[in-house]
Antibody, heavy 120, light 107 residues
């Protein structure tokens, strides 16, 4: 079955760190760019960070630049998001998403999401 | 940053009626625009990519049009399962951005 499965969401204090994972199955993971998108409670979708198929290039939103790092392990079919210096405004459901074709950044496969809550 | 403005914010319609959703970009995104549907508690679902192409498994009642700065998602005849929130998203340049969404609700 073609799917993405996120994990790692938790309750964390402001200033803390968390690492999210996204396990891919059912497709050739190394052929596709991948992306993290988040959604704050009751709000719309916000792009967070993207990585090319090989992992050689990454892009991140200004709101997370310098704090979040996207990476991937193509041997394990896993996408990661290392989140440091977390803030209240990072509270959201985090989705991983697959590019619909190689490095074309619209997303035809999404995980179910993992909730990150930043609160003291 | 390219800002995507969706209108209306809410559309109140009855099953069987047609729906027209708009997405306007602050500068040209060529045809690099996608539409998603999201239901409560679910992940978004890709409907249309590159402005006019239906994603795999998407019914023919969904269609997309437009290029440059003005785009439209049309649902020809609403089915009960179509009541949801719809987002547009561009991939023209970094940063990627999403529109604020249009909620299609049952009248």
């Amino acid at each position: 079955e073609v799917q993405l499965l996120e994990s790692g969401g938790d309750l964390v204090q402001p200033g803390g760190s968390l690492r999210l994972s996204c396990a891919a199955s059912g497709f050739t993971f190394s052929n596709y760019a991948m992306t993290w998108v988040r959604q704050a409670p009751g709000k719309g979708l916000e792009w967070v960070s993207s990585i090319t198929d090989s992992g050689s290039s990454t892009k991140s939103a200004d709101t997370v630049k310098g704090r979040f790092t996207i990476s991937r392990d193509n041997s394990k079919n896993i996408l990661y998001l290392q989140m440091n210096s977390l803030r209240d405004e990072d509270t959201a459901v985090y989705y991983c998403a697959k590019a619909y074709r190689d490095d074309r950044y619209s997303f035809d496969l999404w995980g179910q999401g993992t909730l990150v809550t930043v609160s003291s | 940053e390219i800002v995507l403005t969706q209108s209306p914010a809410t559309l109140s319609l009855s099953p069987g009626e047609g729906a027209t959703l708009s997405c306007r970009a602050s500068q040209s995104v060529s045809a690099y625009l996608a539409w998603y549907q999201q239901k409560p508690g679910q992940a978004p679902r890709l409907l249309i990519y590159d402005a006019t192409n239906r994603a795999t498994g998407i019914p023919a009642r969904f269609s997309g049009s437009g290029s440059g700065t003005d785009f439209t998602l049309t649902i020809s005849s609403l089915e009960p399962e179509d009541f949801a929130v719809y987002y547009c998203q561009h991939r023209s340049s970094w940063p990627l951005t999403f529109g604020g969404g249009t909620k299609v609700e049952i009248k």
